[in-house]
């Protein structure tokens, strides 16, 4: 995967004071005047937003919290990875696509993606960390100093074939924007282990209609 510009954007929603002077009042009017105004507030930051993310997966409310990998083990799972399908991502534009996981001295994992993209091999380093211990298949990936960790979470693996892995930004909890991979080892994967991977994620209420497959193809000759 290619994640050299997530961006996780939170917030809460702040009740102002003419808001809150108008939800105290008896009056029905006054409730619908601050539901309306909210409304516009909501329609203003989706059309601001929105050619951000007009290409990705985007739906309404909070991201999604599915059930990930029980006794991820890290180790197990370092090493290259091939991307295979995957939801849209303003990020990934190329061909050949993969990302390789080395464990650091400091128990970060290294990682570097790379992808082909107009005839040229580029590459992105970056830092894995496990941000809770007790969950550690919910990992955190970082490509620079001056951005947060975006989540990573392994859905389902099995090491040695296949990896499902699920990310989601939530922009001010009004809506959210999915990003979704399906990872093997090799550069192909077959059909019907494409579908159940496809099933698992549907039944953590990710929506996978826009997936796409991955240009796997002529990735081992020379350029």
Not at 85 to 95: C, I, R, T, V
Not at 196 to 222: L, Y
Request: with cysteine; proline share 7%.
């Amino acid at each position: 995967m290619y994640e050299t510009q997530w961006h996780t954007t939170t917030g809460q929603t702040h009740t102002t004071p003419s808001a809150l002077h108008l939800t105290t009042s008896s009056s029905g009017t006054a409730e619908t005047v601050a539901l309306d105004k909210m409304k516009t507030v909501s329609a203003l930051l989706v059309s601001l937003l929105l050619p951000l993310v007009s290409a990705q997966t985007f739906r309404w409310g909070p991201c999604p919290t599915p059930m990930v990998q029980p006794n991820f083990e890290i180790n197990k799972y370092l090493g290259k990875w091939y991307e295979i399908e995957k939801l849209p991502a303003f990020f990934e534009k190329g061909k050949c696509i993969e990302a390789n996981y080395a464990l650091r001295p400091d128990n970060t994992v290294q990682v570097v993606n790379v992808q082909t993209y107009k005839g040229k091999i580029s590459k992105a380093e970056g830092t894995a960390i496990t941000q809770d211990p007790m969950e550690p298949a919910k990992l955190g990936v970082s490509f620079s100093y001056f951005t947060p960790y975006a989540p990573y979470w392994v859905l389902s693996t099995d090491y040695s074939s296949i990896a499902l892995v699920y990310s989601c930004t939530d922009v001010l909890r009004l809506f959210h924007v999915d990003f979704a991979w399906i990872l093997s080892r090799s550069r192909i994967l077959p059909a019907e282990a494409i579908y159940h991977a496809k099933e698992t994620f549907s039944r953590d209420n990710i929506d996978v209609s826009k997936m796409f497959p991955t240009d796997q193809e002529g990735c081992d000759s020379p350029l």
